[in-house]
């Protein structure tokens, strides 16, 4: 069955060719228009993948971040005008899945789409430890949760994806570009501030104490320790 993408635009000359273009590779897509609100059923499975086409004049409305939201179980894709990176970062940290800048390469779009839509169908590895508790921490890769105490941490799918690839090889440094093919695909292999969004946003979910669990290794990557460290 295809995939299903809900294109939000105002411009209908883009939307009409990144709607051809997305049909060309036999996506069903439907366009609405930016401003539209988020329809109460669009969120219940109708659709595989939202691409948000910003305007140039509305990269600080708020509808932008009517569409891009961590809780939201469909991945989104904003194509955006703004060339400031911290733009970038902020729409990531709403809860964005990617973010490219126009002008984008066609090839360059559909390579993104399909690099989203197959995180959601990767099927799981098998896990030969699938708890591990450090202090009061404990997270379940086969139940894909995370827990501190009794407090239920609740991580995004594409948080959880990250924190897990450190969590199954604890103790010892993941290199960007492993995190970044593991977890977003090959075609991420550059994209290091994605690491450091996502797991900025872990590391507030975690708390002051067991945030400092996760270690960036500058140059290098980033590692989950087994044991918390030591405080004078």
């Known amino acids: 069955m295809a995939n299903s993408i809900l294109l939000v635009s ?3 000359h883009e939307c009409q060719m990144e709607k051809r273009l997305l049909q060309k590779q036999g ?3 439907k366009e609405v228009p930016f401003q539209a609100k988020l329809p109460s059923w669009a969120n219940k499975g109708v659709y595989d993948l ?3 086409n910003v305007p140039r004049s509305k990269t ?5 971040f ?3 939201r961590p809780t939201s179980p469909v991945p989104v894709i904003v194509l955006s005008p703004e060339m400031r990176s911290n733009y970038q970062v902020e729409i990531l940290d709403a809860g964005a899945d990617d973010v490219l800048t126009k002008p984008y390469r066609p090839e360059e779009l559909l390579a993104r789409v399909r690099a989203v839509l197959r995180r959601g169908t990767k099927k799981a590895e098998p896990l030969q430890n699938s708890r591990i508790e450090i202090g009061e921490l404990k997270i379940d890769l086969s139940a894909r949760r995370v827990f501190l105490g009794e407090k239920d941490i609740r991580l995004t799918r594409t948080e ?4 897990s690839a450190l969590a199954e ?3 010892t440094v993941c290199s960007h570009s492993e995190l970044l093919a593991k977890v977003w695909g090959w075609e991420y292999w550059d994209a290091t501030q994605y690491l450091h969004v996502y797991f900025g946003r872990i590391r507030r979910k975690l708390g002051k104490t067991y945030g400092m669990l996760l270690e960036t290794v500058t140059g290098m990557g980033y590692m989950l320790h087994s044991q918390l460290p030591k405080l004078n």
């Open 10 to 12: 105002d411009d209908s």
């Open 27 to 29: 996506y069903l897509v």
């Open 160 to 163: 959880f994806a990250l924190f």
């Open 169 to 171: 090889r604890i103790d």
């Open 66 to 68: 009517d569409w891009v």
């Open 60 to 64: 600080r409305d708020e509808a932008v």
């Open 50 to 52: 939202f691409v948000v």
